[in-house]
């Protein structure tokens, strides 16, 4: 057995004008309650430190640069980064970054229970659209704040495990969760800020929203045996409502643990890291049953070509 017991740590909403620091003292209220439950991993949403700032159209780069942390950890996560060495916790939660060379990314990291940063991932498919829609009901750009992410789907060994990352919108798509899966991914945590519904279809509401979000986090679980954890920032910022159900799914692709708030909301589960090797051995062992010379169209192709018309 190979257990990390895992505390999902869904946040309720932040506010435009929270600060970083209130944010922090309540990622350590969860981590609190994260250690007395005995966690040893805990996951926070996509940009955890602040409100989810890309629903806001922004000409000045000053102002925009007011979103984005240009170190990690800094004077705001410095607290956060001493409880989780203090109580010997391992963390994941995201932030926007800013590199010292001017680029800007949706990024995650995964911290060991001494500090280190072990993992990092920087988000490669970026959802919404670059410039003012007045189309839409509300805004989405994160086209126009962030660059896609130039690491790939890298993955890393700690907690005596294999892990790795990806971010919201990713999970909507197979290749990540494959692309980790044949480097024998164990637990893929992920942190998510879904709108309730959606802002070009007002008829597609939470429940719709919320089966899509689960349909694939099971699915990139099962497909490629591997412990799948989503965690949502939810509840309504700024009169925007974002749906919760954050999951921790085993590697059979079934819900262990469900949220069932839109506010800050811990889910504790030993996951065996373990219950990943019956898959990877059998239906899932890609080594035997993959056929590679089929699926050179995925790599080669980015939109969709028709078959030509008699
Ligand atoms: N943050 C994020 O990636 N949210 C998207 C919503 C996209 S709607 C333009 C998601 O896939 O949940």
Redesign the pocket.
């Known amino acids: 057995m190979r257990v990390v017991t895992v505390a999902a740590a869904q946040m309720g909403p932040i506010q435009k004008a929270e600060g970083r620091q209130q944010v922090v003292a309540r990622m350590i209220a969860l981590m609190d309650d994260a250690s007395k439950a005995d966690a040893n991993f805990i996951v926070y949403p996509?940009l955890t430190l602040t409100t989810?700032f890309p629903r806001y159209y922004m000409e000045d780069q000053a102002e925009v640069d007011t979103w984005f942390e240009s170190e990690m950890p800094n004077a705001a996560t410095a607290p956060l980064f001493d409880k989780a060495k203090e109580y010997g916790i391992a963390m994941t939660f995201g932030y926007a970054e800013q590199t010292l060379d001017g680029h800007y990314f949706n990024t995650s990291i995964h911290v060991d229970k001494t500090g280190n940063i072990v993992g990092k991932y920087r988000k490669v498919h970026l959802?919404?659209h670059s410039e003012f829609d007045p189309d839409r009901t509300f805004q989405?750009l994160?086209k126009r704040y962030f660059e896609p992410g130039n690491l790939g789907f890298p993955v890393y060994r700690t907690l005596d495990g294999i892990f790795g990352l990806c971010?919201?919108?990713d999970?909507?798509w197979p290749e990540v969760y494959r692309s980790m899966g044949l480097q024998g991914v164990e637990m893929i945590t992920l942190g998510?800020?879904?709108?309730s519904v959606n802002?070009q279809k007002g008829t597609e509401g939470p429940e719709k929203r919320m089966f899509h979000?689960d349909l694939v986090m099971q699915s990139g679980a099962y497909q490629n045996s591997t412990w799948v954890v989503g965690v949502a920032k939810a509840g309504i910022e700024d009169d925007h409502p974002m749906f919760g159900g954050s999951v921790i799914v085993n590697p059979d692709g079934e819900i262990v643990a469900k949220a069932k708030s839109e506010e800050d909301e811990l889910l504790v589960h030993p996951c065996d890291l373990d219950d990943t090797v019956f898959g990877k051995q059998t239906i899932f062992d890609f080594a035997r049953h993959r056929r590679v010379e089929h699926y050179t169209r995925i790599t080669s192709q980015t939109g969709v070509q028709l078959p030509p018309n008699d």
């Not at 998510?192 to 709108?195: H, K, R, V």
């Open positions: 996509e989810f959802p919404g989405h994160e971010i919201c919108n999970r909507r998510y800020n879904t709108p802002s979000s």
